[in-house]
């Protein structure tokens, strides 16, 4: 079987990678839950920072808000989105709320999600629906994946004449799937069904053109594969709803004198606060297209199909999704036996100091395995190694 890296400049990808400061004592292969920033984009929020500490009136009242709407456009053309369809949130989980709070839900309605959405966007939907005397429904997707058409006429067959919102993930959390959503938004669209998309992990790990997709939502976070700073990522809100879109926050918007002219003036200033995460955001673009975007997703998937196939020979286990970059990206999830999910977690910490997630999901022991520029064939080999001596210890307690 010829290896998915023989066509990976792994020098290349190894210097790309020494932009990284992670812990010489920590092999980090959870970029996918906090994923830090290279060097450039650390030094980029540096500069922001010493502009607001050294002169705070220049920065808020001339500076800021020029920069704001700056670092947005070179989001909205990344993201290939119109620029005032977008605001700064702090992460996907805020960008949710917003939508949660400011959405009219009715007595009766139902929002339906799959059963692979991260656990804090069900609490943020079942709090929504509780408020009015709505509720949530779930679908559970069949297992394995095989095609697109299986998928969406799943989550289809669950749609009710209630239902006024599908909540779905782009990339899913717990599992790794990368769901076919903009065929989901589409099926929607015929129906008069909203769709709000929750997707911190599509930014960068996979072509993303958020205003083709067609969908109402689109939440996000820029702290992950996109590696911007943490407390960055972005709202998208269609033209239809943003009259309807209102902050968590009300503050002035703009600072006075200027007027609220738009649905995102409201977003601009909610405050006195740090906005250095946001400003660096158009740095992280700026570096990954330095790096070669391409380069880097074929990758990172190759690197992740690496050891998704390290790990399977290890379990004898099928994956949930085929083999295919259509399928999962930079992250290789592979079920494992049955067995205590938090014990071996730290015993991978604990006793090889590598930092890798494993998974709980509807009953099933998983391992997600997140693969960025900083992280090598070497280390997937040891944790393989590692999670071998560990499911023996398993076996022999």
């Keep these: 079987m010829t290896s998915p890296l023989a066509n990976l400049d792994l020098d290349r990808w190894a210097n790309l990678g020494k932009s990284w400061s992670i812990r010489p004592d920590t092999t980090y292969l959870n970029h996918g839950s906090f994923g830090p920033p290279p060097a450039p984009v650390r030094e980029a929020r540096l500069k922001w920072i010493r502009e607001l500490d050294s002169q705070p009136m220049d920065f808020f009242v001339r500076k800021f808000e020029p920069a704001w ?19 700064f949130v702090e992460n996907a989980t805020a960008g949710m709320n917003v939508v949660a709070d400011s959405l009219e839900l009715h007595p009766g309605d139902e929002v339906l999600l799959t059963d692979h959405e991260y656990g804090a966007v069900v609490r943020i939907w079942e709090r929504a629906c509780q408020r009015v005397g709505a509720r949530t429904a779930t679908c559970r997707l069949p297992l394995p994946f095989t095609t697109v058409e299986e998928t969406v006429d799943s989550l289809f067959s669950q749609v009710t004449h209630s239902t006024r919102l599908i909540v779905v993930s782009h990339i899913t959390s717990p599992t790794a799937v990368i769901l076919p959503v903009a065929e989901i938004c589409r099926r929607a669209r015929e129906r008069g ?34 590696s911007a700073p943490f407390g960055s990522g972005f709202l998208y809100v269609a033209k239809e709803h943003q009259p309807r879109i209102r902050p968590p926050v009300l503050s002035w918007g703009r600072l006075p004198p200027l007027p609220i002219e738009s649905w995102s003036d409201e977003f601009c200033w909610s405050g006195t606060r740090d906005s250095s995460p946001y400003l660096s955001i158009p740095s992280a673009i700026q570096f990954l297209q330095q790096v070669g975007l391409g380069f880097f997703q074929t990758g990172a998937h190759a690197l992740a199909q690496y050891a998704r196939q390290q790990l399977v020979e290890l379990t004898q286990l099928q994956p949930i999704v085929p083999d295919s970059p259509a399928w999962y990206g930079s992250m290789a999830h592979v079920p494992l036996p049955p067995g205590d999910r938090a014990k071996l977690q730290d015993a991978l910490w604990q006793q090889h100091h590598i930092e890798v997630p494993i998974v709980e999901w509807n009953g099933h022991r998983y391992i997600r395995v997140s693969c960025h520029l900083y992280n090598t064939p070497e280390q997937i080999d040891g944790l393989v190694r590692a999670l071998g001596q560990s499911l023996q210890a398993e076996g022999d307690t």
Excluded at 69 to 87: G, K, V
Excluded at 195 to 208: E, K, R, S, T
């Design 69 to 87: 709407r700056a670092a947005r456009n070179t989001l909205a053309q990344f993201i290939s989105a119109p620029a005032d369809s977008l605001i």
């Design 193 to 226: 069904i909203a769709v709000c998309i929750d997707g911190p992990h599509a930014p960068a790990q996979i072509p993303l053109a958020v205003a083709g997709l067609g969908c109402d939502f689109y939440a996000a976070s820029c702290h992950k594969w996109l």
